[in-house]
Every structure is written in structure tokens, then in C-alpha cells.
């Protein structure tokens, strides 16, 4: 039989893959050889797909709360289930112990505040519906319980919700750790000024937030740094410290940012929510018009306000405890990077030589060396040239304007950086880290895995953080996998592991891309080309498996990590890599009039660095002196690059003069650093404290791109986890025993399987499950103590053998059922169809007999009916004919009588109604009249009026006209007098008109009403006369009676006279 059969059967419910939804839901309608034909729900769409591509599906239709409780454990399975979740707003689901938490994109107040905290406090991971709370509980009770350190890592990536999630941690962890009741201890104990432990940790999120998130694509607060926040607790379970620990700060969003992207929150809200005297003191303006800035459209975000949100960064600032002399500080140069974005420079006439434009490029110089603390000429002299340290002496080079843009983009780039790691320390100082502490919760708040079209440093270095990451949280399913194991007693010693350790070995190992990267970077004019070829030609990285060669790109490299391959482009690699501060800056830096700007590039001290350069002991160091590299030939330095691969280097400048320490030359000892071996060791430190501490995952998704509430892309959530490593939790877990199920929950499902043993009372569930598994014909699975364990597969060759079974059980089933109730449809539709016949054939034989005896009554009556009808037909009929026609005729004489008087009634009302109907239209017309002879007189008075003004104007004629007008104006008034009595009048007529017309309809009612009782009085005689006529007809009939029962009596005498008269003439006969 073909592989197809094995899970599946016609009817099974499947997924198969879909380019727009990824999966979609279908049934098998077909199984062929090599393949199934499926149709999909939805549209009802046949497609042939491969049996191994089509998982089946779970019967859960709303999912369930932990993923491994699922019958079938796969990436449709896990997608679905987040997906049916997610649109009941249940945003968090478990795997195992990892929680996968979903942004909603809207506000949520029913999940989070400390009414969902008492619920969570205490209880045990898995009691309640799925949590963040619950994570964050499990890890303190954890810690308490075992005084050992908990980590919480947060990942997912931009947009997802990592912060927002991080913060809910830490404010449970506060809650926990007494936040109330420590305040109230301190105010009762009159300390009422300090700011708690607690409260310092919260409020040092938003001023985080403030120098390192900014708005992104796909998020408006997206962090762009990571973040490792340990707090510290004593035995007590009270917070006692916390330290802040941040990694990989993006410094190229400084001076480039991307349309419509903006840079670093704390730029928009210094400008837009300085004060008057604050935007004089640092010479502030619109963030419109600073470079850095402008580059992107974007310098406001829907539903923020920079100014507010400034206000909160001071208060912030102020909680935390950061003094006002160094926030001031702090705020100056912000200012400062600002207006080193706008100094443009020109060509010198020397050729390859720059300076500062005149004009606003100069203002702006003038303005960051003050905010600085620097002279405006040394702060020009240090970014349009560079100084080199030869064997003859110092050499100072000027720099073109390209070169002087990257130089002053290089000094705003580590003066943010700098200032940023001081922002973190004085947190951290503010704060005081309890090194003596009982234990410790960290909270890691770490960028996800990135893929772009274009793949930067960035992207390489957050994919190594989270390879590591990877590892590490591989490690600890794998070990919970194990745990599990052992609690339920099975042999797991055959299960392998396949972890990513071959990924980070091509990264990070001993000749890896970090290595040659940094190798490169030590080369003044080495390029990507130099440093593409380097990856391409070295045996260590070209020999990997995860290693690639774009065909299409000769700068360019793609490694195949956990989450799927990223090309990435070396262009920028060379340029981001190099950390040092430029010894021109350092020198004008660290001689600044600001103690802030001092405190951030301190003199460094050459005695301390070639001291430590000789303790490290153990690992071969050396210092090499380079006398003079142009005069070197190619063999010699390719010799000595290669004696320099297998040391730890040390780069010294030689200084002129006697070699005192008091020369005035610059330092020396200056150790070479790159951000891809700082970002190594600090991950490694976090790596390191990580094992050392029980870990806990948060998974953050992003439902789409859109950033909307509601909206559920499969495809982009897919991706995510696999970013994220579910799907390899999932496939860790499918490596061993993927199918974990209760022996009760086991033998309610799968007892058609083997009813017989179900029904023993003398097994109990395990034996049951045994019993099932050894008929079923399955091979490797495990009995635990309290579950059973199966291999991939085997739940789904159950499922189809227990669906074969309940079918062929359901149409046997079927076959009798369906022939008993054919049969009893039968029984009964005869026993209906007799007893309808007998009650319809009783039914015409009783209709029969009544007709029967009926017609013989009709009989009866008709002969005696009709022997008095025809003997009194006449007299009778005579007699009411009579009677009918009086009755009738005075009747007709009263109706006339009636009709005649209503005639009369409605010809009065009609005169009456059409007098007063044409009285008022005659009314109408007169003052309709009247009011036109009144306009026209007013009209023709006005022309009059008009003229006589016109005429008024000559003065001989002035009174006389004055004083016709006077008249004519009285004759017009006593026109209207006459108009409003004739009104008046009208009024008068109608109201008469009106009381006539109730007269007459009083007049009509009483005539209808005697009317109608003339009628009654009709009706009542005309039955008078019936009741006289049947009193008549009565006597009549009793008089008949009487005039019959004498005719018998007559009959009878005469016959007896006759038979006397007969036997008297017999008898004289004789």
C-alpha cells in the first residue's frame, strides 16, 4: 500500500501549504499511490499534494493553552494554534514552560494591573490561563524557594512588543518585592526624600527609552540598543539593587536616519521641549533645520508630544537621581551632536584640504565648541585634519571634504556613545547594584533576529547575539526534554541533539568572520573587496556548511543561521567595526572647560594600559613597533601579518623627543578595539552569566505590519518563529517523544481501539494504554509513570486506526439500524393503512344509515305536513297575504314620509351652506379687492409721494405740496380704516354664518334621529301584527282540530245510524 495510507484515510482533516496564508485547512478526498487529493475548506479547491506534506490536524477549534498538550506538534498545528487564540484576544500561549505573547495592538486594562497580580501571585505555572505575570512569578518564587538567580529573556523582533513586555516584568517583580510596603516603611521612618530601589528601576525605562529607542518602520518606539536590567533581592524577598547592562547601541542612527524613520527620541524632545532660556543657553532651533534630523520627513509621532515627553525625561532624569548640574550637562550635548551635524565644509585652495563654510556651517562650529567646551579653532583643525605618528615625527595631513564629513560624523557618533554608557552608569551608580544580594532576577531585553535587503554590521552582530541565544535556550529545552524523561522513568539516551554550535564556530571561532573582519580593520587601506576575498579564501570559513558565495555579488556573504540565511554586504563592515576615538579628538576632548565632557573621554594612562598589556600572563602578547609600513615590501609585511595571526597584538605610537612622560607628544599604547570583538566578550559575559542563572522565555510576536488590532498575517508570524526558535523547540521536541499524553486522557480517547480491555475492571489506564499499543502494531514508544510517550508519527497512526475501527463500527452500526427502522417503518405503515381502512369504511356505513334513517323521517313528515298544508293553504295563505300587504304598505308610506322630510332637511342645510359659502367668497373677493385697491392706491401715492418730493424741491411749491401729501395720506388712512371695518364686518358674517350652520346641523341630527325612531315604531307594529297573525293562525288550528274531532264524531254517529237503518231494513226484509 502507498506511504499516503498510513496516516491519512478519505475524510481525514490536513493542511496543506499555501503561498498567501502559508496553511490552509483541507480534506482528503482521494488517496492515490504516491500522493493525496485534497479539498480545501474554504474554497472547495481539488490540489494533489505529497502525503508527507500534509500533516493532519488537531481536533482543538479554539486551541489550547500550552502547545505541547497538542495531538499533533508542527508548524501548522503551532500556527493555528496562536491564530485561533489570538482572535479571542488571548494574546499569551505557553510551550512547555516558553510564553509566546502576541501584540494586540490596543489597549488591554482587563490583562495587567495589580488585581491581575493578587490573581497570578503564588500560583504555579499552568494553574491560569497563560501570562506574563505568571512567567514573571514563577521566577521569583523560583529564586526565593532556591535563592538561586532567574533570567528572563525577552526577544522578537521590532514592533512586537518586547518593551512594553519587559516593563510589565519588572513592574510585577516590584510588586512583589514590596514596592508599597517599602515606601511606607520609609516615610514612617522619616526618611520621605529618597526615591525607592524600586521606583528608580521603573523610571529608568523612560529615560532609556529616551537616548536609545526611535521610531523605526515598524515600530514607534523600537529599541535600538539591548538590554539587560538584574535586579537584585535580599533574603527577605525586597528589592535591594539593579544594575543595568546595554549592548550593541546603534551609533549610525546618530547621523543618518532613514525617510520615514527618525533618529533618537531625545533629539525631537530637546527641541521641541526646551524652554525659552534653555533653546538661548544651548542655541537650539526647530528640529527642522538640523541635518542629522532632516534627513527623514518624519519628526513627529502620532499621539506623542515631543514637549511632554521631554518634561517626562526630565522627571525621569530627577527619580532617578541624576543631579540638575549634570542633566544640564547631559542636555548640552545632545545640543552639541545636534549642531556638529550642521558644519559643512568647502574645498581649501591646496589641493585635498577642507575647511568650515563661512555662514551658518561657522555659527554652528562656534556653537558646539561652546556647548563642548572646546576652542572653535581646535574643534576645526580636529575635524578637518589628521595627525600620523611617524618614525621622523608627527605629520599632519589635511582632509577633503568627504573625508572631513566622515570625521565629523565619526565625533558625533562617539560622543553619543560615550555619553549613553555614562547615562547607563550614572543609572546604575543612582541605583547601586547589591553585590551582596541573596539573589537576582534578570530581565533581558534583546533585539530578534534581522533580515533585510541590506544587511549591515547591525544585523550581523544582533543574528550572533541571538545564534547565542539560540544555543543557549536549545540547551534548556532540551534539558527540560530531559527533565521530563527522567521524572516519568523512560530511556532517552538514544535521542539526539543537533544544536548551532557550527554557525557560531564559522562566526566567532578561531580564523572566523570576526577574526578576518578585524584582521582587515587593521589595514589603513583595506577595503570590502579586501575583506569579501579574505571570507572567500580562508580554508576555516570557505570549508563551512553554513557559508555562501552570492553568485551575484562579489562583496557580499550569506550564512545560513538557525532562522534561515542572511546575505549580508561588507560595503560599511570595515568603517562600523573600528571603535577608537581619533587621537585628535581625544586630546580636544579630554582638555575641555566641561568637567561633563572630561568625565566622558578621561586622559588615558599609558603606564596602567602597557601594564595590563603584560599581565594577561598566560596567552602569548607581544609589542610589535612598526617602524615605517610604506618602506616594508610586500613579502616582509605579508610575513609579518602572518606572525601576527598567531599573537595577541598590542599597537604602540612612538613619540619624538627623549621618550619622558612628561612630553607634551601624544600618548602611547593605544590598544586596537573593534565593536565586533567588544560586542564578542560582552556577549560572552552575558552568555556566562546566564548559565549560571535558571532561564525563562518570552517569545514576542507581531500579528502583522500593519501595525493594526485584529489582523492575523500567517506568513509574517511564521517567520517570527522561526526567528524566534519555537519551531525549533518544536522540532527539539520532535526529536525525541513530540506526542505526550495522560494515561486517562490516552484511554478515553483510543479505547475503541481495544473495548475488551477498556471494560476489565481489573486493569487500570496503563495497562489499557499497553494493551492498545501492543494490538496497534507500534514500535519505539515509552510507558512513563504517568504518560505515555510516542514518536513522531505514531499519534497519527492511531488516530487513523481508531477512525478505520469507529467507521467500520459506524456502518455496521448503520446496517442494522437502517433495516430495523425499514422494518418498523413497514409494521407501522401497515398497521396505519388497516386502521385508516376500517375507519373510513365504518365512517360510509354510519353516513349510510343516517342518510337512510333521515329520508324515512322526511318521509313521514312531508305526508302529514303536506295533508295540513292543503287543507288550510288557502284560508291562510288568504289570510297572511292580507296581513303582509297592510304591513307592507304602511311601512313603504312611513319610509316615504321619512325620505321626503330628509329631502326637506338637506335642502334647507344646502341653501343654508351655499348662501354662507357664497356670502364668504363674496367676503373674500371684497377684501381681496379692497387690499389691491389699497397697494395700488399706496403705489400710486408713493409715485405721487415721489413726484412731490421731486416737485418738494423747489421752494415756492414746498408747503403747498407738504400739506396735499398731508391729505392725501389721511384719505389713504381713512381708506384703511374703512378696510379694517369692512373686516371686521366679514369677521362678524362669518361667525353668524358659523352659528346658522350649527343651527342646521342640529336640525339635520334631530331629523335623522326622529327618523329613526319612526322606523322603530314601524318595526315594533309590523311585529305586532306578525305576533297578531300567528295567534290567528293558532286559533285557526285549533278550531280545525275541533271542527275534525266533530266531523268524526258526526262520521261515526252516521255510520251508526246507517248499521242500524241496515239491520232494521235485514230484519223487515225477513
Known amino acids: ?66 502547545m505541547t498538550r497538542l495531538s499533533y506538534l508542527h508548524e501548522p498545528g503551532v500556527l493555528w494554534n496562536i491564530k485561533s487564540r489570538y482572535q479571542f484576544d488571548d494574546i499569551y500561549t505557553y510551550t512547555g514552560s516558553i510564553l509566546i505573547a502576541v501584540n494586540p495592538f490596543a489597549p488591554l486594562p482587563h490583562l495587567y494591573g495589580p488585581h491581575m497580580m493578587d490573581q497570578y501571585r503564588g500560583v504555579d505555572l499552568g494553574d491560569l490561563s497563560p501570562h506574563v505575570y505568571a512567567i514573571a512569578d514563577a521566577a521569583y518564587r523560583q529564586m526565593r524557594k532556591e535563592l538561586k538567580g532567574q533570567s528572563i529573556l525577552v526577544s522578537g523582533e521590532s514592533g512586537a512588543g518586547k518593551t512594553e513586555t519587559s516593563k510589565l516584568i519588572m513592574k510585577y517583580l516590584a510588586y512583589m518585592g514590596g514596592y508599597m510596603q517599602a515606601a511606607n516603611r520609609r516615610i514612617s521612618s522619616g526618611n520621605g526624600g529618597g526615591r525607592s530601589v524600586e521606583e528608580q528601576v521603573l523610571e529608568s525605562n523612560p529615560l532609556l527609552e529616551a537616548f536609545g529607542n ?54 525631537y524632545q530637546l527641541c521641541d ?124 595631513s589635511p582632509l577633503n571634504v568627504r573625508s572631513a564629513l566622515d570625521n565629523r560624523d565619526s565625533l558625533a557618533k562617539i560622543i553619543y556613545a560615550k555619553m549613553f554608557d555614562w547615562l ?113 579564501n580562508t580554508p576555516s570559513v570557505r570549508g563551512s556548511a553554513r557559508f555562501n558565495k552570492p553568485k551575484l555579488s562579489q562583496t557580499a556573504f550569506t550564512i545560513q543561521h538557525y532562522a ?127 548559565h549560571t542563572m535558571e532561564p525563562h522565555y518570552v517569545r514576542c510576536v507581531k500579528p502583522n505590519g500593519l501595525n493594526q488590532p485584529g489582523l ?7 517567520h517570527q518563529l522561526r526567528c524566534g526558535g519555537v519551531l525549533e523547540a518544536v522540532r527539539i521536541s520532535c526529536a525525541g517523544f513530540p506526542s505526550k499524553r495522560p494515561y486517562l486522557d490516552f484511554v478515553e480517547h483510543f479505547w475503541p481501539l481495544a473495548p475488551e480491555l477498556y471494560h476489565r475492571k481489573d486493569l487500570d489506564d496503563r495497562q489499557v494504554t499497553e494493551g492498545v499499543l501492543r494490538l496497534s502494531g507500534l514500535q ?16 497519527a497512526v492511531l488516530d487513523k486506526q481508531r477512525t478505520e475501527k469507529l467507521s467500520k463500527a459506524a456502518v455496521l452500526l448503520q446496517r442494522f439500524a437502517r433495516g430495523y427502522l425499514g422494518r418498523l417503518y413497514y409494521k407501522q405503515s401497515q398497521q396505519a393503512v388497516v386502521r385508516l381502512q376500517s375507519w373510513g369504511r365504518g365512517m360510509l356505513a354510519r353516513r349510510q344509515a343516517r342518510a337512510l334513517r333521515e329520508q324515512r323521517a322526511v318521509t313521514v313528515i312531508q305526508k302529514a305536513w303536506r295533508s295540513y298544508k292543503m287543507r288550510q293553504q288557502y284560508q291562510e295563505v288568504l289570510y297572511n297575504i292580507t296581513h303582509l300587504q297592510a304591513m307592507y304598505r304602511g311601512l313603504g308610506a312611513r319610509k316615504q314620509y321619512a325620505e321626503m322630510q330628509r329631502q326637506l332637511s338637506a335642502l334647507v342645510v344646502q341653501s343654508n351652506w351655499r348662501g354662507a359659502k357664497q356670502h364668504k367668497v363674496f367676503m373674500a373677493l371684497r377684501n381681496a379687492a379692497l387690499v389691491v385697491q389699497g397697494a395700488f392706491r399706496c403705489k400710486y401715492a408713493l409715485l405721487e409721494l415721489r413726484q412731490l418730493k421731486t416737485e418738494a424741491r423747489e421752494a415756492t411749491k414746498l408747503l403747498e405740496d407738504k400739506k396735499a401729501l398731508e391729505n392725501k395720506v389721511k384719505e389713504v388712512q381713512g381708506t384703511l380704516e374703512l378696510v379694517q371695518g369692512q373686516r371686521n364686518e366679514l369677521r362678524q358674517e362669518v361667525k353668524e354664518l358659523k352659528a346658522a350652520l350649527a343651527e342646521a346641523q342640529a336640525a339635520q341630527r334631530a331629523v335623522i334621529e326622529e327618523r329613526n325612531v319612526a322606523h322603530e315604531a314601524a318595526r315594533a307594529e309590523a311585529a305586532a301584527q306578525l305576533k297578531a297573525a300567528r295567534e290567528g293562525a293558532a286559533a285557526a288550528e285549533a278550531k280545525l282540530a275541533e271542527a275534525q274531532a266533530a266531523a268524526a264524531a258526526e262520521t261515526q254517529r252516521v255510520a251508526a245510524e246507517k248499521a242500524e237503518l241496515d239491520k232494521q231494513l235485514k230484519v223487515a226484509q225477513v
Request: with cysteine.
Open 1 to 66: 500500500m502507498a506511504t499516503a495510507t498510513v496516516v491519512h484515510a478519505v475524510g481525514s482533516k490536513v493542511w496543506v501549504k499555501d503561498d498567501a496564508e502559508s496553511w490552509v485547512k483541507a480534506e482528503v478526498q482521494k488517496i492515490e499511490k504516491d500522493a493525496l487529493i485534497v479539498a480545501l475548506e474554504e474554497s472547495g479547491e481539488l490540489r494533489k499534494v505529497k502525503s508527507e506534506e500534509a500533516p493532519l490536524q488537531n481536533v482543538d477549534s479554539r486551541g489550547v493553552e500550552d
Open 214 to 267: 526611535a521610531k523605526t518602520v515598524r515600530n514607534n518606539n523600537s529599541s535600538r540598543f539591548g538590554k539587560y536590567v538584574e535586579i537584585n533581592f535580599h533574603k527577605e524577598g525586597g528589592i535591594s539593587g539593579a544594575a543595568i547592562r546595554t549592548y550593541l547601541l546603534e551609533r549610525s542612527r546618530v547621523v543618518s536616519v532613514n525617510n520615514p524613520e527618525r533618529s533618537y527620541h531625545i533629539f
Open 273 to 396: 521641549g526646551a524652554s525659552p532660556q534653555e533653546r538661548a543657553r544651548w542655541f537650539l532651533k526647530p528640529a527642522q533645520e538640523f541635518h542629522y534630523l532632516n534627513q527623514s520627513t518624519c519628526f513627529d509621532i502620532p499621539g506623542d508630544s515631543n514637549a511632554e515627553e521631554y518634561k517626562r525625561t526630565v522627571t525621569a532624569m530627577a527619580k532617578v537621581g541624576i543631579p540638575p548640574q549634570q542633566r544640564e550637562a547631559v542636555f548640552a550635548t545632545v545640543a552639541a551632536v545636534l549642531h556638529l551635524g550642521n558644519i559643512s565644509f568647502v574645498e581649501e585652495r591646496e589641493a585635498d584640504s577642507s575647511k568650515v563654510a563661512p555662514g551658518p556651517a561657522y555659527e554652528h562650529l562656534q556653537a558646539a565648541a561652546a556647548l563642548l567646551g572646546v576652542d572653535k579653532d581646535g574643534l576645526e583643525h580636529a575635524l578637518t585634519t589628521r595627525s600620523r605618528m611617524m618614525r621622523e615625527g608627527v605629520i599632519v
Open 424 to 536: 547607563v552608569a550614572a543609572i546604575n551608580a543612582a541605583i547601586g547594584e547589591d553585590r551582596n544580594c541573596a539573589a537576582s532576577v534578570g530581565v533581558l531585553d534583546i533585539y530578534g533576529f534581522e533580515s533585510f535587503d541590506f544587511n549591515d554590521l547591525e544585523q550581523f552582530c544582533i543574528n550572533l547575539a541571538n545564534e547565542k541565544l539560540q544555543q543557549h535556550f536549545n540547551q534548556h529545552v532540551f534539558k527540560q526534554e530531559q527533565a521530563e524523561y527522567e521524572r516519568e522513568q523512560i530511556d532517552w539516551s538514544y535521542i539526539q541533539f543537533v544544536d548551532n554550535q557550527d554557525v557560531l564556530d564559522l562566526i566567532e571561532g578561531k580564523l572566523g568572520v570576526l577574526d578576518l573582519l578585524d584582521e582587515q580593520c587593521r589595514f589603513p587601506t583595506s577595503t570590502n573587496k579586501d575583506l569579501a576575498e579574505k571570507l572567500y
Open 564 to 690: 534561515g540565511p542572511v546575505t549580508y554586504q561588507t560595503d560599511n563592515f570595515l568603517d562600523k567595526n573600528k571603535d577608537f576615538v581619533v587621537a585628535e579628538h581625544q586630546q580636544l576632548l579630554e582638555k575641555s572647560d566641561r568637567q561633563f565632557v572630561r568625565q566622558l573621554f578621561p586622559a588615558p594612562e599609558p603606564a596602567a594600559d602597557a601594564a595590563d598589556g603584560s599581565a594577561k600572563g598566560s596567552a602569548p602578547h607581544t609589542a610589535i613597533k612598526l617602524n615605517s609600513v610604506g618602506s616594508q615590501s610586500v613579502k616582509q609585511l605579508g610575513e609579518l601579518m602572518g606572525q601576527l595571526h598567531t599573537m595577541e597584538p598590542q599597537y604602540v605610537r612612538w613619540a619624538l623627543g627623549d621618550g619622558s612622560a612628561k612630553s607634551s607628544a601624544p600618548r602611547t599604547a593605544f590598544k586596537f578595539n573593534s565593536v565586533g570583538s567588544q560586542f564578542k566578550k560582552q556577549l560572552g559575559e552575558l552568555m556566562g552569566q546566564l
Open 712 to 718: 492575523f498575517e500567517s506568513s509574517n508570524v511564521l
Open 780 to 795: 519505539g514508544y515509552q510507558l512513563g509513570v504517568s504518560k505515555v510517550f510516542l514518536r513522531a508519527g505514531q499519534m
